[in-house]
Protein backbone atom coordinates (compact mmCIF):
# COMPACT_ATOMS: atom_id res chain seq x y z
CA UNK A 1 0.00 0.00 0.00
CA UNK A 2 2.62 2.54 -0.96
CA UNK A 3 2.41 4.91 -3.21
CA UNK A 4 3.04 3.64 -6.35
CA UNK A 5 0.92 0.63 -5.31
CA UNK A 6 3.23 -2.09 -6.00
CA UNK A 7 2.72 -5.60 -6.25
CA UNK A 8 5.74 -7.55 -5.44
CA UNK A 9 5.26 -11.66 -6.16
CA UNK A 10 7.90 -13.39 -3.71
CA UNK A 11 8.60 -10.78 -1.74
CA UNK A 12 10.00 -11.35 1.66
CA UNK A 13 8.47 -9.90 5.26
CA UNK A 14 10.64 -9.66 8.37
CA UNK A 15 8.70 -9.85 11.30
CA UNK A 16 10.73 -9.02 14.99
CA UNK A 17 8.48 -8.55 17.93
CA UNK A 18 5.27 -9.02 16.34
CA UNK A 19 6.57 -5.64 13.95
CA UNK A 20 6.63 -5.55 10.50
CA UNK A 21 10.55 -4.36 10.39
CA UNK A 22 11.51 -4.57 6.56
CA UNK A 23 9.76 -5.89 3.61
CA UNK A 24 12.50 -7.14 0.36
CA UNK A 25 11.55 -7.91 -3.34
CA UNK A 26 12.20 -11.25 -4.91
CA UNK A 27 15.73 -11.15 -5.27
CA UNK A 28 16.50 -8.19 -2.25
CA UNK A 29 17.88 -8.39 1.28
CA UNK A 30 16.42 -7.97 4.03
CA UNK A 31 18.18 -6.27 6.81
CA UNK A 32 21.25 -8.34 8.20
CA UNK A 33 19.14 -8.85 12.00
CA UNK A 34 17.08 -11.35 9.91
CA UNK A 35 19.34 -13.69 9.25
CA UNK A 36 18.91 -15.97 12.23
CA UNK A 37 14.95 -15.85 11.97
CA UNK A 38 12.80 -18.57 11.53
CA UNK A 39 11.61 -19.02 7.76
CA UNK A 40 7.88 -19.61 7.49
CA UNK A 41 6.71 -19.98 3.39
CA UNK A 42 3.61 -19.01 3.45
CA UNK A 43 2.76 -19.92 -0.65
CA UNK A 44 0.13 -17.15 -0.54
CA UNK A 45 -0.14 -13.84 -0.79
CA UNK A 46 0.21 -11.37 2.15
CA UNK A 47 -2.02 -8.21 2.32
CA UNK A 48 -2.31 -5.35 4.69
CA UNK A 49 -4.21 -6.02 7.93
CA UNK A 50 -7.88 -4.25 7.65
CA UNK A 51 -8.58 -0.96 10.23
CA UNK A 52 -12.06 -1.20 11.59
CA UNK A 53 -12.29 2.56 12.97
CA UNK A 54 -15.62 2.00 14.02
CA UNK A 55 -17.26 -0.50 15.45
CA UNK A 56 -19.07 -1.86 18.69
CA UNK A 57 -17.94 -5.25 19.05
CA UNK A 58 -19.75 -6.23 22.31
CA UNK A 59 -22.76 -6.14 19.95
CA UNK A 60 -21.42 -8.53 17.37
CA UNK A 61 -23.81 -11.43 18.35
CA UNK A 62 -26.81 -9.47 16.95
CA UNK A 63 -28.87 -9.72 13.54
CA UNK A 64 -29.78 -7.11 11.88
CA UNK A 65 -32.40 -4.49 13.45
CA UNK A 66 -36.05 -4.56 11.49
CA UNK A 67 -35.75 -1.22 10.51
CA UNK A 68 -39.50 0.00 8.95
CA UNK A 69 -38.63 3.61 8.55
CA UNK A 70 -36.34 6.28 8.37
CA UNK A 71 -35.12 8.14 11.43
CA UNK A 72 -33.97 11.99 11.29
CA UNK A 73 -31.44 10.96 13.75
CA UNK A 74 -29.93 8.87 16.20
CA UNK A 75 -31.63 9.82 19.23
CA UNK A 76 -34.60 8.66 17.26
CA UNK A 77 -34.41 5.60 17.66
CA UNK A 78 -32.22 4.79 20.42
CA UNK A 79 -34.51 6.72 23.24
CA UNK A 80 -38.27 6.52 21.19
CA UNK A 81 -37.74 3.19 19.58
CA UNK A 82 -39.46 0.44 22.06
CA UNK A 83 -37.95 -2.41 19.17
CA UNK A 84 -34.75 -1.58 19.55
CA UNK A 85 -35.11 -0.99 23.71
CA UNK A 86 -36.27 -4.80 23.64
CA UNK A 87 -34.35 -6.04 20.93
CA UNK A 88 -31.12 -4.74 22.27
CA UNK A 89 -30.82 -2.59 25.18
CA UNK A 90 -32.83 -4.90 27.75
CA UNK A 91 -30.97 -7.67 25.67
CA UNK A 92 -27.48 -6.59 26.27
CA UNK A 93 -28.15 -5.97 29.90
CA UNK A 94 -29.39 -9.44 30.41
CA UNK A 95 -26.39 -10.82 28.71
CA UNK A 96 -23.38 -8.62 30.09
CA UNK A 97 -24.78 -7.10 33.45
CA UNK A 98 -23.07 -9.24 36.43
CA UNK A 99 -26.36 -9.32 37.57
CA UNK A 100 -27.72 -11.82 34.95
CA UNK A 101 -25.45 -13.73 32.71
CA UNK A 102 -22.21 -11.54 33.40
CA UNK A 103 -20.98 -12.40 29.45
CA UNK A 104 -19.38 -8.88 28.31
CA UNK A 105 -16.23 -10.54 27.95
CA UNK A 106 -17.50 -13.58 25.61
CA UNK A 107 -19.09 -10.56 23.94
CA UNK A 108 -16.60 -8.79 23.31
CA UNK A 109 -14.10 -11.66 22.35
CA UNK A 110 -16.68 -13.04 19.92
CA UNK A 111 -17.08 -9.49 18.20
CA UNK A 112 -13.35 -9.92 17.93
CA UNK A 113 -13.24 -13.13 16.53
CA UNK A 114 -15.83 -11.89 14.03
CA UNK A 115 -13.65 -8.88 13.20
CA UNK A 116 -10.47 -11.15 12.48
CA UNK A 117 -12.33 -13.34 10.02
CA UNK A 118 -13.08 -10.28 8.20
CA UNK A 119 -9.64 -9.41 7.71
CA UNK A 120 -9.73 -6.91 10.74
CA UNK A 121 -6.25 -6.89 12.47
CA UNK A 122 -7.01 -3.01 14.50
CA UNK A 123 -10.37 -2.27 15.62
CA UNK A 124 -11.99 0.44 17.77
CA UNK A 125 -15.29 0.51 19.85
CA UNK A 126 -14.05 -2.61 22.31
CA UNK A 127 -15.03 -2.05 25.77
CA UNK A 128 -11.98 -0.70 27.62
CA UNK A 129 -12.41 -2.05 31.14
CA UNK A 130 -13.29 -5.69 29.56
CA UNK A 131 -10.29 -8.54 29.39
CA UNK A 132 -10.92 -8.88 25.74
CA UNK A 133 -9.99 -5.48 25.27
CA UNK A 134 -6.42 -5.71 26.91
CA UNK A 135 -3.05 -5.91 24.81
CA UNK A 136 -2.15 -8.88 23.05
CA UNK A 137 -5.61 -9.99 22.99
CA UNK A 138 -6.97 -11.29 19.22
CA UNK A 139 -6.78 -7.92 17.42
CA UNK A 140 -5.67 -4.49 18.39
CA UNK A 141 -7.74 -2.67 20.12
CA UNK A 142 -6.96 0.68 19.17
CA UNK A 143 -8.13 2.26 22.62
CA UNK A 144 -5.76 0.20 24.58
CA UNK A 145 -3.05 -0.37 21.97
CA UNK A 146 -0.96 2.35 20.69
CA UNK A 147 -1.52 2.34 16.58
CA UNK A 148 1.92 4.34 15.35
CA UNK A 149 2.16 7.19 17.62
CA UNK A 150 -1.68 7.59 18.39
CA UNK A 151 -4.27 5.91 21.18
CA UNK A 152 -7.86 6.39 20.39
CA UNK A 153 -10.49 7.83 22.64
CA UNK A 154 -14.25 7.20 21.72
CA UNK A 155 -17.21 9.05 22.84
CA UNK A 156 -20.73 7.90 21.70
CA UNK A 157 -22.56 11.01 23.14
CA UNK A 158 -21.42 14.68 22.50
CA UNK A 159 -21.02 16.66 25.76
CA UNK A 160 -24.34 18.09 27.60
CA UNK A 161 -22.46 20.35 30.27
CA UNK A 162 -19.48 21.76 31.04
CA UNK A 163 -17.71 18.77 33.12
CA UNK A 164 -18.60 16.58 29.68
CA UNK A 165 -17.10 18.97 27.25
CA UNK A 166 -14.31 19.84 29.16
CA UNK A 167 -14.06 15.77 29.61
CA UNK A 168 -14.08 15.69 25.50
CA UNK A 169 -11.07 18.54 25.19
CA UNK A 170 -9.17 15.93 27.52
CA UNK A 171 -10.06 13.38 25.78
CA UNK A 172 -8.96 15.15 22.43
CA UNK A 173 -5.55 16.09 23.69
CA UNK A 174 -4.83 12.83 24.78
CA UNK A 175 -5.13 11.18 21.88
CA UNK A 176 -7.46 11.12 18.64
CA UNK A 177 -10.58 11.43 19.66
CA UNK A 178 -13.49 9.30 17.51
CA UNK A 179 -16.88 11.08 18.22
CA UNK A 180 -20.04 10.34 16.87
CA UNK A 181 -21.38 13.17 14.96
CA UNK A 182 -24.31 14.32 12.78
CA UNK A 183 -25.49 11.07 12.56
CA UNK A 184 -28.81 11.59 10.83
CA UNK A 185 -30.24 14.07 8.35
CA UNK A 186 -32.41 16.40 11.17
CA UNK A 187 -32.14 19.80 10.93
CA UNK A 188 -30.24 19.88 14.32
CA UNK A 189 -27.29 17.12 13.25
CA UNK A 190 -25.36 20.15 11.21
CA UNK A 191 -25.70 22.05 14.72
CA UNK A 192 -23.50 19.28 16.47
CA UNK A 193 -20.97 20.13 13.88
CA UNK A 194 -20.99 23.90 14.76
CA UNK A 195 -20.76 22.85 18.92
CA UNK A 196 -18.00 21.04 18.77
CA UNK A 197 -16.00 23.52 16.49
CA UNK A 198 -16.88 26.33 19.00
CA UNK A 199 -15.41 24.12 21.65
CA UNK A 200 -11.90 23.62 19.67
CA UNK A 201 -12.54 20.32 18.92
CA UNK A 202 -12.26 20.24 15.13
CA UNK A 203 -8.62 19.42 14.08
CA UNK A 204 -6.10 16.77 13.43
CA UNK A 205 -7.04 14.70 16.07
CA UNK A 206 -11.07 14.85 15.50
CA UNK A 207 -12.62 11.24 13.87
CA UNK A 208 -16.09 12.05 12.90
CA UNK A 209 -18.06 8.90 12.81
CA UNK A 210 -21.27 8.77 9.89
CA UNK A 211 -21.46 13.04 9.70
CA UNK A 212 -24.63 12.31 7.53
CA UNK A 213 -25.79 15.66 8.25
CA UNK A 214 -22.64 17.44 7.52
CA UNK A 215 -23.09 20.03 4.94
CA UNK A 216 -20.07 20.69 2.12
CA UNK A 217 -18.76 24.13 3.70
CA UNK A 218 -18.63 22.03 7.22
CA UNK A 219 -16.93 19.38 5.10
CA UNK A 220 -14.96 21.64 3.46
CA UNK A 221 -13.78 23.35 7.12
CA UNK A 222 -13.05 19.88 8.73
CA UNK A 223 -10.53 19.39 5.79
CA UNK A 224 -8.87 22.78 6.50
CA UNK A 225 -8.42 21.06 9.73
CA UNK A 226 -6.72 18.09 9.10
CA UNK A 227 -9.81 16.19 10.74
CA UNK A 228 -11.47 12.60 9.53
CA UNK A 229 -13.99 11.34 8.66
CA UNK A 230 -15.99 7.08 8.70
CA UNK A 231 -17.89 6.32 6.56
CA UNK A 232 -20.58 3.41 7.30
CA UNK A 233 -23.13 3.45 4.36
CA UNK A 234 -24.88 0.28 5.23
CA UNK A 235 -26.19 1.60 8.65
CA UNK A 236 -26.97 5.07 7.29
CA UNK A 237 -29.01 3.50 4.37
CA UNK A 238 -31.26 1.59 7.03
CA UNK A 239 -31.73 4.17 9.85
CA UNK A 240 -31.51 7.44 7.66
CA UNK A 241 -32.47 6.39 4.16
CA UNK A 242 -29.10 8.17 2.97
CA UNK A 243 -25.59 8.35 4.19
CA UNK A 244 -22.65 11.01 4.07
CA UNK A 245 -22.28 13.00 1.52
CA UNK A 246 -18.61 11.59 0.38
CA UNK A 247 -18.51 13.03 -2.70
CA UNK A 248 -18.30 16.62 -1.15
CA UNK A 249 -16.27 15.09 1.22
CA UNK A 250 -13.95 13.69 -1.13
CA UNK A 251 -13.97 17.32 -3.11
CA UNK A 252 -13.30 18.87 -0.42
CA UNK A 253 -9.62 17.12 0.44
CA UNK A 254 -11.28 15.07 3.59
CA UNK A 255 -9.60 11.67 4.88
CA UNK A 256 -12.41 9.62 4.56
CA UNK A 257 -12.45 5.82 6.20
CA UNK A 258 -14.77 2.96 5.98
CA UNK A 259 -16.12 1.11 8.83
CA UNK A 260 -19.23 -1.01 9.30
CA UNK A 261 -20.62 0.13 12.53
CA UNK A 262 -22.16 -2.40 14.19
CA UNK A 263 -23.70 -5.60 13.36
CA UNK A 264 -27.55 -4.51 13.87
CA UNK A 265 -27.92 -2.33 11.54
CA UNK A 266 -24.45 -2.17 9.68
CA UNK A 267 -21.78 -5.41 7.77
CA UNK A 268 -20.59 -8.24 9.45
CA UNK A 269 -17.04 -6.66 8.93
CA UNK A 270 -14.59 -4.17 7.41
CA UNK A 271 -14.59 -6.76 4.25
CA UNK A 272 -18.62 -6.90 4.01
CA UNK A 273 -18.94 -3.13 3.94
CA UNK A 274 -16.16 -2.69 1.18
CA UNK A 275 -18.57 -4.60 -0.71
CA UNK A 276 -21.52 -2.81 -0.04
CA UNK A 277 -19.48 0.52 -0.42
CA UNK A 278 -18.47 -0.43 -3.94
CA UNK A 279 -22.07 -1.54 -4.89
CA UNK A 280 -22.78 2.13 -3.60
CA UNK A 281 -20.12 3.93 -5.19
CA UNK A 282 -21.37 1.62 -8.80
CA UNK A 283 -24.80 2.28 -8.75
CA UNK A 284 -25.71 6.07 -6.56
CA UNK A 285 -21.82 7.43 -6.98
CA UNK A 286 -21.17 6.35 -10.51
CA UNK A 287 -17.45 5.53 -9.92
CA UNK A 288 -16.78 8.05 -7.39
CA UNK A 289 -13.42 5.85 -6.18
CA UNK A 290 -11.33 4.04 -7.96
CA UNK A 291 -10.83 0.36 -6.44
CA UNK A 292 -7.74 1.10 -4.75
CA UNK A 293 -9.16 4.33 -2.91
CA UNK A 294 -11.83 2.31 -1.13
CA UNK A 295 -9.26 -0.54 -0.01
CA UNK A 296 -7.01 2.47 1.09
CA UNK A 297 -9.86 3.40 3.34
CA UNK A 298 -9.73 0.24 5.41
CA UNK A 299 -6.09 0.41 5.12
CA UNK A 300 -3.55 3.43 4.67
CA UNK A 301 -6.02 6.28 4.83
CA UNK A 302 -8.01 4.88 8.00
CA UNK A 303 -5.21 5.84 10.66
CA UNK A 304 -5.09 9.27 11.59
CA UNK A 305 -2.11 11.55 10.31
CA UNK A 306 -1.75 13.22 6.56
CA UNK A 307 -3.07 11.26 4.03
CA UNK A 308 -1.80 10.57 0.84
CA UNK A 309 -3.71 12.55 -2.19
CA UNK A 310 -4.52 11.57 -5.45
CA UNK A 311 -5.95 12.59 -8.60
CA UNK A 312 -9.24 11.43 -8.65
CA UNK A 313 -9.57 8.57 -11.49
CA UNK A 314 -13.00 7.14 -12.84
CA UNK A 315 -12.48 2.95 -12.42
CA UNK A 316 -12.88 2.82 -16.38
CA UNK A 317 -9.36 2.74 -17.42
CA UNK A 318 -7.99 3.64 -14.62
CA UNK A 319 -4.52 2.34 -13.76
CA UNK A 320 -5.23 1.96 -9.80
CA UNK A 321 -8.18 0.01 -10.69
CA UNK A 322 -7.83 -3.24 -9.85
CA UNK A 323 -9.05 -5.60 -7.40
Known sequence: MNDAGDVWPGASLWIR??????VA???GRLPAGARSARVV???GVVYPGLIDLHNHPGHAAYPLMPVRRAYKDRYEWRFYDDAYERRITRSSSVVTSPDFYDFGTEAGRYGEYKALAGGTTSLQGAEENLPSSAPGCLVRNVETTDVGPRRA????????????????????KDGVLVLHLAEGSGERMAGEYEAVKRSGLVGPRLVAVHGVGLTPDQFRDM???CAGLVWSPLSNHLLYGRTADVAAAKAAGLR????PDWSPSGS??????LKVADLIDTVELKG????????ETVTRRSWHGPGPRRTPNRRSGSPDASR
Open 223 to 225: AAR
Open 41 to 43: ETG
Open 268 to 273: RSVLGE
Open 288 to 295: LFTDRELA
Open 25 to 27: PEG
Open 17 to 22: SGRIEA
Open 256 to 259: VSLA
Open 153 to 172: VSRVDLGRDAREWADLARAE
